[in-house]
């Protein structure tokens, strides 16, 4: 076997690092030697080894003091015992995230599990229609829905009565609860909820019939909001507080997401704050020009004016007629109207005749349709 390693070496730090260099020196490799990242790579197994004997040892003022007097040979042994370093209670938890404090407290006698974090309530979705036309003024809206609240009858308690409960006597009401877990020739920490009182840390014999013990009940509740003008389809706006209540009792309640749904309008697509639509027209209105008025959802009416000498396809902007914008509420879209010919199925007899006067008075000689073709293919060609 080889020599040991001195510990400052390990550690990869001076001889006077102070201890908060020797901590977190420490922490960095043992996060890139740990088991967990490197599984099944027996050198890095060593190295963990390494780390977490060096700094068990130079970490405790005592042992250093000691070490730095006598090196690895230091009078009366192995600071270890006769069987020499076994390593040391080291959670993952505490490794990767979370409190550093504790991952070392357990060698030197004072162990301090983290308390039971209060936890928020878990949050709610819920989907809200409203109508199309409701983007352009924004509404009022309400809507009931269930959520698991403080139970009413025993104010989350789980009991009808504070005495009928008591602390786990499996976790000391500290609702986590320790486990050391083997890993090759290395203890471990596991930190995890306590079965007997599923993290709750109590336990209470006479549960409260309304919730059953949980603290918490379904109930309904009613909300009402305010929904802003061109909300987009799919948005969801957050009415804190109105979630699930917390399991723990001064725990905060979650969020009460409302996803807006925005039911599709007859004939407006939308792009933004744009309104987009198809006007389908006759040929003579395309030809001569003309101005259609339609209701609209802002309460006035949608005139619309096509010039003369309109073509299938062309689009004609109305501006300021779109919806309120999401950002900037003083401003509205356009609405972009294409324009489509409308060729009727059916046509009386009467009016057939008129048609084929009009189209023996526009008829084109072969060589305009020639003429026209190529009139067209250029400005195809040409984009
Ligand atoms: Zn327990
Ligand atoms: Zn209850």
Known sequence: MASKRDYYEVLEIKRDASQSEIKKSFRSLARKFHPDKNPNDPESELKFKEVQEAYA?????????KYDTYGHNGPGGSPFGPGGFQGVNISVEDLFGGGFES??????????PRRNKRQRGSDLLVSHSIPFEALMNGCEESLEFEVLKTCKDCNGL????????????????????QRIERLGPFTQQVVSDCPSCKGEGKIIQNPCPTCSGEG????????????PPGIENGQR????????????????????????????????????????????????????????EIPHIDGEILKIKIPSGSKPGETISVKGRGLPSNRTRNSRGSIMVLLKLDIPKKISRNFKKKLIDIRDEMSYSNEELEEKIRKEARSRRNG
Request: hydrophobic content about 35%; overall charge negative.
């Open 103 to 112: 991952v070392f407290s357990s060698i030197f006698g004072s162990s301090s």
């Open 216 to 227: 918490r009940a379904s109930q309904t509740k009613k909300v009402q909001f305010s929904v």
């Open 237 to 292: 706006l957050r009415m804190s507080g109105y979630g699930e209540s917390s399991k723990s009792v001064n725990g905060d309640a979650g969020h009460l997401y409302i996803e807006i749904d925005v039911q599709e309008h007859e004939w407006f697509e939308r792009d933004g704050a744009d309104l987009l639509m198809a006007l389908p027209l006759n040929y003579t209105d395309l030809i001569l020009g003309t101005t259609v």
């Open 57 to 65: 040892i130079l970490s405790d003022p005592s042992q250093k003091r």
């Open 158 to 177: 789980g009991s009808k009565n504070i005495d009928d409960v008591r602390e786990c006597p499996a976790c000391d009401g500290r609702g986590r609860i």
